[in-house]
C-alpha cells in the first residue's frame, strides 16, 4: 500500500467520457489512498498540500492555457511530496509549458511525445530532474465491457460508413486538415455511389457519451486518422499569425492559405499518436478506415484496419472491401485483440505506470509514506449547503466531482458578477444624471427664458401679418364681385350683336339679285324696322375700354 495521494483536476473538463474514466481509474486501481480536488478557475484550496506525499496533475488541469488557479500553483511549487504531471497536446504554446514544469518543479511528467521525439521536445539539459514517460492519449473505456453481448451483426449494422470529426483550424497543420479532409471526400464517393454512410464534422454533429457508442456500434465501418499535431508551436508565433489572417479574412483560415506557414515546421517532427476514438471502436468491434500512419507503432494495415491512402488512389479496394463481411468481422477480431482482449492498453496498466513512477520518485527523495486519511471528508453532494457548493474555497473529496457542480458554480458566480456589474452600473448612471441635472439646472431654466419671449414675439407678428391680409382678401373680395357682374353685362351684349352679324352673314351669301329684292322688302318694311345706321350708331357700338377688351381675334365679323 502506497501513501497518500492527490489527484489534482479540472471539474469544467471532466463531462467527456474519457477524460472521466481517466480519473475514476485511479482512486479504483491505485494502491494508494487517493483524493481529488478541483484546481482550475479560480479555485482556493483551503487545506495544506503537504498533508499528501503526493501530487499527480490530470491533463484537463491546463498548464499553458493559464485555467490553473493562481493560489493551487503558488501552493504546489512549496509542496514537499512527489509532484507529477499529466500531458497533452504539447505542440500548443510549447514554450510556456516547458517554463511551467522548470518553475513549479515537477518531479515526472506523462507526456504523449514518443520517446524518439522526447529529448527534442523535452531536452535533457532543461530538465535535468524531470522523467519524461511516454503515455498514450486515452485508454480502453471499461464502461464497454458490457456491450459485448449486445452488439449488433455487422449486417445488421444500419450505417455503412460512419465518422465524426472536428475542424480544429488550419494552424494545426496537416493532421488537422485530414481529419475534416477524409470525412469530406469519403462522403462525397459514398453518396455518388449510393453508399448509407453518416459523415459529419462540425461542433453540432457532434456526439457524446452513451450516444457516441451507440453510433459507433450502428456502424459497419469508421473512419479515423492519426491524432495531435506536429506544428510545434514554441513561442506562439504561428498562433499569432493565425489569428492575424483570420481577422483580415473576416473567419478561419483554409489551409491551403496557411500551410505556408506550418509545412516548414511540420516536416521536422512526426508523433504519428493513436487516438482514443480507435480504442472504442476496437472494444465495440467495429472496423476502421484509417488513412496511412504509424498509430503509435501499436496497429496494422490491412491486419487491424483497413488502409485508406491520403490521395485516395486505393478507395476502389476499399469500397470493395465493405462487401466482405466475413473478413470485415476477422478484422475486427484482431484489433479488439490487440487493442483490447491483450489488457495491454487498459486504465488499470496506465494507473501502475503512476504508482510505479510515484514510488520510485518518492524513494529518490527519500519520502516518509503517511497512512490513508480516514476522517477525510466524502464528496459533497446534492442537498450539501448551497453556500458550500458555491464558494471558489476548495477541499478534497474522495471521487470527482460530477460536472454539474463546476456548471452550478459557474452560473452562480456568473449570477453575482452581474448583480455587482448591475449595481455599479446604477451607481455610476445615478450619480451621473444627479450631476448632469444640477450642471444644467440653470442652463436649462435661461434657455426656456429666452426661447418663451421669442416665442411670445412670434406670435405676436402672426397675429399682425393675419389682421393685414384679411383686410387686403376682404377689399380684393368686393372688387373682383363688382367686375364679375360688369362682365356678365358685356357678354349679354355681345350676345346680341352677335346675332345680327349671323344674320347679315346670311345675306351676303345669297348675292346681289337676292340683296336687291331684300333691299325692296327692306324698302317697303322702312317703317317697322330698324335703319342699318342705327347699328352703328355709338349706342349699339361698346366703348373703348371695352372694345380693347372685346377686340375678337377673327374679322370674319367686320361690318365696316
Known sequence: MGGRLLVAYGNASNYVPTTAEYLASIARYSDWDVRYVHVTHGAEITFDLNDYDALFQSYCARLPEGRLSPDFVGKLKQFRGVKVLSIQDEYERTETLRRAIREIGYHAVLTCMPPAMIERIFPRRLFPATDFITVLTGYVPESLAGRGDRLPRLQERPICVGYRGRDVGARYGKRAFEKVEIGRRMREICAQRGISHDIEWTEDKRLYGEAWYDFIASCRANLGSETGSNVFDFDGSIETEYERLAALLGGPVPHEKFCAYTDPVESQYDTGLISPRLFEAAALRTPMILFTGQYSGLIQPNE????????????????????????????????????????????????????????????ELHSTLRPPLRDDPGTVEIGADLEVLTSRRERPTEAPRHPVFFRYKSIAWENEDLKSETTRLTRFYTDEIIHINDAYKAEIARLNDTYRAEINQLN???????????????????????????????????????YWLIFIHKLYKRGASGMRAFGQTLHKRAGSLPSIDSFLSPAWLPSAKRRSKLQPESQDFDIQ
Do not use: C, P, W
Not at 496498466?349 to 520510485?360: E, G, N, P
Not at 391680409?469 to 350683336?497: C, G, M, N, W
Open 304 to 363: 487491424h484496419y483497413i488502409e485508406l491512402k491520403k490521395d485516395f488512389s486505393n478507395i476502389d479496394a476499399v469500397i470493395a472491401r465493405l462487401e466482405d463481411l466475413e473478413d470485415l468481422d476477422r478484422l475486427a477480431d484482431r484489433a479488439f485483440d490487440r487493442l483490447v482482449g491483450s489488457g495491454d492498453f487498459s486504465y488499470r496498466q496506465l494507473v501502475k505506470l503512476v504508482d510505479t513512477t510515484i514510488s520510485r520518485k518518492a524513494a
Open 460 to 498: 405676436q407678428e402672426i397675429e399682425r401679418i393675419h389682421g393685414i391680409y384679411k383686410a387686403e382678401i376682404v377689399e380684393l373680395h368686393a372688387v373682383y364681385t363688382a367686375e364679375i357682374a360688369q362682365l356678365r353685362e358685356i357678354i349679354s351684349e355681345f350676345r346680341a350683336r352677335l
